[in-house]
C-alpha cells in the first residue's frame, strides 16, 4: 500500500484495528496519549508521534478512535491539527458519540476544506482480530469511496452506507449499542430466573440460541452469562452509551423509559 495513515488512539479496540491496517501493508503514524501502548506496532515499523498533529500529512488519512465527545473534541481542536488536514485530506472518526459532536466537526472540517467521515465500530477487540467488525459510516461520497479500502483493511465483514449526512452513523451506532445492552441484561435475567429455580443456564440458553433466539448477540453474552455470571463486567462502556441514547432521544423529547431503567442498572 502506498498510503500512509495517521492513527490516534491505540486502546483496547484502536490497538488490534490499527494492526490489522499494519498487516494489510498500509504504512502507520500513530499517536496515544500513553505511548507506550504504540510499542507493538513501533515493533511492526509504524511511527510515534509526539502529539496528534503529527500523524496528519497534507492530502492524506486519519483516522481516530477515541472514548468520546470531549477526546474527539480535543484531537481535532489540538494544535496543528486541522490546518495540516487540509484539502483533500480525510478524517476518519471512529469514535462512538452524539450525532450533534458530528454534525459540528463534520462544519468545522469543511470550512478547512478537509472531509470527516463518520464510522463508528459494532465490536470486541477480538472481532477486530478475527476480521468481524461491522461498521456504518457517513460523510461526503468521494471520501467514502477512498476509505472503504481501509475500513476492509480495518477487519470489517460489512460495511453500510447510511448516505452523506453528519450524524446518521453514530445514530445507527448508539440504537445498535442500546439494542445491545437491552438483550444483555434481559438474558441475564431470564438465566438467573432459571438457575435459581433448579434449570442449568447453559442448557437453557443452548436451546434459546440454536432456535428462537439464533443471533450473534444472543450465543456471545448468553454464554458469557451462563458460564460467568455477568454480561459486562466493570467496562464502562455500556454506561456511557446508553447516556448517549437517552440525550439523543431527549432532543426530539422522545420518552426513553427502557433506557432510563438500563441506566439506573448500570450505575448501581
Known amino acids: 500500500m502506498s498510503e500512509t495513515i495517521g492513527f490516534i488512539g491505540l486502546g483496547n479496540l484502536g490497538l488490534p484495528v490499527a494492526t490489522n491496517l499494519l498487516k494489510a501493508g498500509y504504512a502507520l503514524h500513530v499517536y496515544n496519549r500513553t505511548a507506550d501502548k504504540a510499542q507493538s506496532l513501533v515493533a511492526q515499523g509504524a511511527q510515534l508521534a509526539e502529539r496528534p498533529a503529527d500523524v496528519v500529512t497534507s492530502g492524506g488519512i486519519v483516522v481516530s478512535l477515541v472514548w468520546d465527545d470531549t477526546a474527539l473534541e480535543s484531537v481535532v481542536m489540538s494544535d496543528g491539527f486541522l490546518e495540516r488536514l487540509g484539502p483533500g485530506s480525510i478524517h476518519i472518526a471512529m469514535s462512538t458519540v452524539l450525532p450533534e459532536t458530528s454534525k459540528k466537526l463534520a462544519a468545522i ?47 470489517a465483514q460489512g460495511i453500510f452506507d447510511f448516505g452523506e449526512e453528519a450524524g446518521a452513523a453514530n445514530i445507527v451506532k448508539i440504537a445498535g449499542n442500546f439494542l445491545i445492552v437491552s438483550a444483555g441484561r434481559s438474558v441475564g435475567e431470564a438465566l438467573t430466573m432459571a438457575k435459581k429455580n433448579g434449570v442449568d443456564p447453559k442448557a437453557v440458553i443452548d436451546m434459546l440460541t440454536s432456535s428462537l433466539f439464533n443471533a450473534p448477540i444472543y450465543k456471545s453474552y448468553g454464554k458469557r452469562i451462563a458460564e460467568q455470571g455477568e454480561a459486562f463486567g466493570q467496562n464502562p462502556i455500556p454506561l456511557k452509551d446508553i447516556g448517549l441514547f437517552k440525550k439523543t432521544a431527549q432532543r426530539i423529547e422522545e420518552p426513553t423509559p427502557i433506557a432510563n431503567t438500563l441506566h439506573d442498572l448500570l450505575q448501581n
Open 109 to 155: 472540517h469543511a470550512e478547512h476544506g478537509c472531509a470527516y467521515v463518520e464510522a463508528p465500530i459494532f465490536g470486541v477487540p477480538q472481532a477486530a482480530v478475527a476480521r468481524q467488525l461491522w461498521i456504518p459510516f457517513t460523510g461526503p461520497q468521494i471520501a467514502k469511496e477512498r476509505v472503504r479500502p481501509i475500513l476492509e483493511a480495518m477487519g
